[in-house]
């Protein structure tokens, strides 16, 4: 029998129908000759907002062409193939390479043509980003444009308030640049009112899944990372609309009500891991098979912040969910408004962006901070190649978790390009750590 | 109680059998492509040293990679707790373990006790394991004894890229190219493959006594290029390196 009750989520079918929808409605717009806008879905995705349009983001379209390639690889292996054949060499960010590829096959992974964006619209997140949505929009013969991204420095740098200034209006003004270049590029009237809400709605949503990660240091933890995986993409895919910020204050209510009835994600939790990058999409079972041990993910920074909301407590020199305007009393009545408050979002309060520009004792401090508040056993480190941006300072890290005698473990990979990823020798990594840690697979004991 | 260890790995496979925790027979067969005929003849030879027949083994713990296509075992641990079991019985006072096995290489952080506090290994690259050495030794075309010999006959340091396998033996063609001497390709072989456990070693804190086992270990040029890689003034080389899995999982075996 298990050690705690589990109970299925109430809001699971909820989030994949949200989800599909998105896929869905960017088929519809390709098949009706309406607006579609494509880019990093880190980008500021508010900004479009100001246009009826759907938006294809790059990222989760990858990890999805490679979930969906865990029945039929066949599938998206043929738009590696075809970034390959085209000269784009492996070592480039496994979702770029997907998207090249499925551009260059004229193929949807959720069925038909490829949907040929009006417009490309990027935000420079890593070194990666920029330029793969420069490609793309000369394979694609569409507009381009980039809002150059200058992330705060982690607290613990104690950046100064007149470089912090400097940052906002760096990116506040290219904002405002970028509207005009979107009605400039697309012959459309950008409504302001449509922004501003998207802006609420953003900061809303990406607060409420700050709010249900922080639930999740329960123990049992009520969320493993596993479903962490189906319920943040609502966030990533269309945190601008108010559907996702209904999602989550539903989400949030279930997960306190299972907090509080002691209702686990996992019924037999022992030990409790925090992961670090992108999973292996290709192969989830890894997490399954923790479970074998008793083992639990109970997140990842990644997970907890891939689409923003949290803000640093000085004091306790921790991270807590950061108060959207509307909770802070601030009414965003115009362009300048919402375009300064969003600038200062993304700046502050993005901090898996910071963590792709800043290695070193800000990102260990988060994941300390992670492991302390989630009551985490190990860490679990994804060196993933197919990610610069979630690679910089891991080793880093690894030698601070070492000096603060936090177990931790590191298995190489790609978070989309299975080739590049040993299932075998990973999954015998995992026992080795277990056993470091004191436990067996419950069909050993 | 006698029990045995068994270490299945991806060249040799090794057989320990012990009694009341001292070693009384030991066997060490070659494995191609196929591990079960030399698990047998590792078998033969450990139970030929002990002077009993199978059947007097109470219990058998296996480890290594390929132990599961062996089989004949009843129970299995993870190479680095059987290293870590094993070192507490022959070096107590270690620390930090060098285990360079062919396919992979091992830095494993150890208390007093024997437990191990920390672990790293290579990932996909071969560049920290044994098996580079040896495919540099048959392009030298010489022994892996020979070979860590000519390296300490050279007075060069010519650093060669120790991030990738690949990449090095390369780098070693370029140099017999530019009729480099043997001693000295040699010695940079050895450097590389030093320079890549020592990143390992360092990245579980190396504490002394660091303590190198493995195939490998036997390697005189790598012993010297590890101990100067890690600027160590002592490196221990206990006897039997290549059988600390084995001896730890028979320790293991009869623990339980």
């Given at each position: 029998m298990a050690k705690y009750k589990t109970e299925s989520l109430r809001c699971w079918d909820k989030a994949k129908e949200l989800r599909q929808g998105v896929y869905d409605g960017i088929a519809k717009a390709r098949d009706e000759g309406t607006m579609i806008v494509a880019g990093g879905t880190e980008s500021a995705i508010a900004l479009p907002a100001g246009f009826d349009m759907e938006f294809l983001g790059g990222e989760p379209y990858g990890a999805s062409c490679t979930f969906m390639g865990i029945k039929d690889s066949s599938k998206y292996m043929k738009y590696f193939e075809a970034a390959e054949a085209a000269k784009f060499p492996r070592d480039l960010c496994s979702y770029m390479r997907l998207g090249f590829g499925s551009f260059l096959c004229n193929s949807y992974a959720f069925g038909g043509t490829y949907p040929k964006p009006t417009f490309n619209l990027q935000t420079h997140i890593c070194d990666t980003h920029g330029k793969w949505y420069q490609i793309m929009s000369e394979l694609e013969g569409v507009p381009y444009n980039c809002v150059d991204y200058v992330p705060f420095e982690w607290e613990i740098e104690n950046e100064s308030e007149e470089s912090k200034d400097l940052k906002r209006d760096y990116v506040k003004n290219q904002m405002l640049d970028v509207i005009d270049w979107m009605e400039k590029v697309s012959?459309?009237?950008?409504?302001?009112?449509?922004?501003?809400?998207?802006?609420?709605?953003?900061?809303?949503?990406?607060?409420?899944?700050?709010?249900?990660?922080?639930?999740?240091?329960?123990?049992?933890?009520?969320?493993?990372?596993?479903?962490?995986?189906?319920?943040?993409?609502?966030?990533?895919?269309?945190?601008?609309?108010?559907?996702?910020?209904?999602?989550?204050?539903e989400l949030l209510d279930e997960l306190e009500d299972r907090a509080a009835r002691g209702i686990a994600a996992f019924g037999d939790e022992r030990l409790r891991l925090l992961h670090d990058s992108q999973p292996p999409w290709h192969s989830l079972e890894i997490f399954r098979y923790l479970e074998e041990f008793g083992a639990v993910s109970i997140g990842a920074n990644y997970s907890f912040a891939l689409s923003g909301g949290w803000a640093y407590d000085k004091e306790n020199e921790t991270w807590f969910p950061a108060d959207p305007p509307r909770v802070a009393g601030v009414e965003l009545k115009t362009r300048e408004d919402a375009c300064a408050w969003y600038a200062n979002w993304l700046l502050e309060y993005h901090i898996v962006l910071r963590s792709l520009r800043f290695s070193g004792r800000g990102k260990n401090q988060r994941m300390h901070d992670i492991v302390k508040k989630w009551h985490v056993d190990g860490v679990m480190m994804h060196l993933n190649r197919g990610c610069e941006g979630t690679a910089v300072g891991q080793m880093e890290m690894r030698y601070y978790f070492s000096e603060n005698n936090i177990p931790s473990l590191t298995y190489e990979g790609n978070h989309a390009d299975k080739r590049e990823f040993d299932l075998p020798r990973t999954k015998a990594k995992i026992d080795t750590f277990m056993e470091t840690l004191g436990v067996r697979k419950f069909s050993e004991e | 109680?006698?029990?045995?260890?068994?270490?299945?790995?991806?060249?040799?496979?090794?057989?320990?059998?012990?009694?009341?925790?001292?070693?009384?027979?030991?066997?060490?067969?070659?494995?191609?492509?196929?591990?079960?005929?030399?698990?047998?003849?590792?078998?033969?030879?450990?139970?030929?040293?002990?002077?009993?027949?199978?059947?007097?083994?109470?219990?058998?713990?296996?480890?290594?990679?390929?132990?599961?296509?062996?089989?004949?075992?009843?129970?299995?641990?993870?190479?680095?707790?059987?290293?870590?079991?094993?070192?507490?019985?022959?070096?107590?006072?270690?620390?930090?373990?060098?285990?360079?096995?062919?396919?992979?290489?091992?830095?494993?952080?150890?208390?007093?006790?024997?437990?191990?506090?920390?672990?790293?290994?290579?990932?996909?690259?071969?560049?920290?394991?044994?098996?580079?050495?040896?495919?540099?030794?048959?392009?030298?075309?010489?022994?892996?004894?020979?070979?860590?010999?000519?390296?300490?006959?050279?007075?060069?340091?010519?650093?060669?890229?120790?991030?990738?396998?690949?990449?090095?033996?390369?780098?070693?063609?370029?140099?017999?190219?530019?009729?480099?001497?043997?001693?000295?390709?040699?010695?940079?072989?050895?450097?590389?493959?030093?320079?890549?456990?020592?990143?390992?070693?360092?990245?579980?804190?190396?504490?002394?006594?660091?303590?190198?086992?493995?195939?490998a270990a036997l390697g005189i040029g790598l012993q010297d290029s590890l101990k100067r890689g890690l600027d160590l003034e002592e490196l221990v080389v206990p006897e039997n390196v290549q059988f600390f899995g084995a001896h730890g999982a028979a320790l293991s075996a009869s623990e339980q």
């Open positions: 012959g459309k009237e950008f409504d302001d009112e449509k922004f501003i809400n998207a802006v609420n709605w953003e900061c809303e949503a990406t607060n409420l899944w700050a709010r249900c990660c922080v639930v999740n240091r329960s123990i049992p933890a009520v969320m493993d990372e596993k479903m962490m995986f189906s319920l943040y993409v609502i966030a990533v895919l269309m945190r601008q609309r108010k559907a996702a910020v209904d999602f989550y204050r | 109680m006698i029990s045995a260890g068994m270490d299945v790995g991806a060249k040799t496979v090794k057989v320990v059998i012990v009694k009341d925790g001292a070693i009384i027979g030991k066997g060490i067969a070659t494995a191609g492509l196929e591990a079960t005929g030399a698990a047998g003849a590792a078998w033969e030879q450990a139970l030929g040293e002990a002077g009993l027949a199978r059947d007097a083994i109470e219990k058998v713990t296996a480890t290594g990679a390929r132990r599961e296509e062996v089989g004949g075992y009843d129970d299995a641990m993870s190479e680095v707790v059987a290293d870590a079991l094993a070192m507490h019985v022959a070096v107590p006072e270690a620390r930090t373990i060098v285990d360079v096995g062919a396919e992979e290489g091992r830095a494993i952080k150890v208390n007093a006790d024997g437990k191990v506090l920390d672990f790293a290994v290579n990932e996909k690259c071969a560049a920290g394991a044994g098996a580079f050495i040896e495919a540099m030794a048959r392009a030298m075309q010489v022994s892996m004894a020979e070979f860590g010999k000519l390296a300490l006959e050279s007075t060069r340091t010519i650093p060669i890229n120790a991030q990738c396998a690949i990449f090095a033996e390369s780098e070693v063609v370029s140099l017999v190219h530019d009729e480099t001497s043997r001693p000295d390709i040699c010695k940079a072989v050895n450097d590389a493959i030093a320079d890549r456990l020592a990143a390992m070693s360092r990245r579980v804190l190396l504490q002394p006594k660091v303590a190198l086992i493995g195939g």
